[in-house]
């Protein structure tokens, strides 16, 4: 076995056009990953073969496949159904977004979609038919509707990046049922039936972050049976997923409006498993309304 079979990340970046996959690209380059960006699929495998015979090793491979092939894209599953007989591992990572969000993407960059169709909604349907085989074999699937460039930089640096690279990630989100469940969720949990303190005018306009609103949630009666329960069960389940061979993990907690019943939650269980030494990321996308000023996608 040649040593890129043994310890290179091998990885297929892939999806719906403006859903972020040069984004992703940029993230893995400054990760220290050999990039490159729209290869035709016929090349995967004397690209790996290069790879092969390098004396320097390479800390991993990111390759762009898309739709910009054109007729050279239809021959992917075909070229990787090959490689794959080979017993070399290629990880997917297939990313994609709602459609009204691709839409004003496209509008806001005044890019061409690379199908070219009349109308750009017929463009994306007939991408997110060409692209359904791949995402199905996909082995990490990257929801940006809701992600700005930062938290999607984050989630790539979280899952290959430093030591913990092979390692689990578990990601808990916070977020409000009338914005949308989280499309990457593995794990839901509604906590809406927690008392409420948007009705006490005093906290209406605080966050689930502000120590009163933490106490007024946390120290109920209720609040603290279930979250016995429920951290019980986080920590019998994390092991099974991780011998398994899972390595990322989303449990969304959710609240009516993700201000801060689920807020307030999702921080504390995620307090609670990086104490238990679980590589732990936590985010509340729906604490403000108002634009994030980090930056979209």
Do not use: W
Not at 24 to 52: H, M, Q, S, T, W
């Amino acid at each position: 076995m040649t040593r890129i079979e043994q310890n290179t990340p091998v990885l297929i970046i892939t999806g719906l056009s403006g859903a972020g996959k040069t984004q992703v690209a940029n993230c893995f380059e400054d990760l220290g990953y050999y990039c490159v960006d729209n290869l035709p699929p016929v090349l995967i495998r004397k690209f790996l073969e290069l790879g092969f015979q390098s004396q320097t090793g390479l800390k991993g491979v990111a390759l762009v496949i898309d739709v910009r092939g054109g007729d050279y894209f239809s021959t992917v599953n075909q070229v990787l159904n090959e490689i794959q007989k080979e017993k070399i591992r290629i990880d997917i990572i297939f990313m994609e977004a709602d459609d009204e969000v691709l839409i004003r993407r496209f509008k806001e960059s005044r890019r061409r979609h690379p199908l070219a169709h009349n109308n750009l909604m017929e463009s994306i349907d007939s991408e997110r038919e060409m692209l359904g085989e791949l995402r199905e074999r996909a082995s990490m699937i990257i929801d940006t509707s809701k992600l700005n460039v930062r938290e999607l930089n984050y989630k790539i640096q979280s899952i290959y990046g430093g030591s913990q690279a092979d390692g689990f990630v578990l990601n808990i989100v916070s977020f409000g049922y009338k914005l949308g469940i989280p499309m990457d969720s593995d794990i839901i949990i509604d906590v809406r039936f927690l008392p409420n303190p948007y009705y006490d005018p005093k906290m209406n306009l605080m966050t689930g972050l502000d120590q009163e609103v933490v106490e007024y949630v946390l120290e109920a009666k209720v609040s603290k049976e279930f979250l016995q329960h429920f951290m019980g069960l986080c920590n019998y389940l994390m092991p099974h997923y991780i011998n398994e061979g899972k390595s990322y993990l989303t449990i969304a907690v959710g609240c009516t409006g993700g201000q801060h019943r689920s807020v307030a939650i999702a921080q504390y269980c995620g307090d609670r498993m990086r104490e238990s030494g679980y590589n732990t990321i936590i985010r509340h996308r729906d604490i403000s309304k108002y634009k994030n000023s980090d930056g979209e996608l």
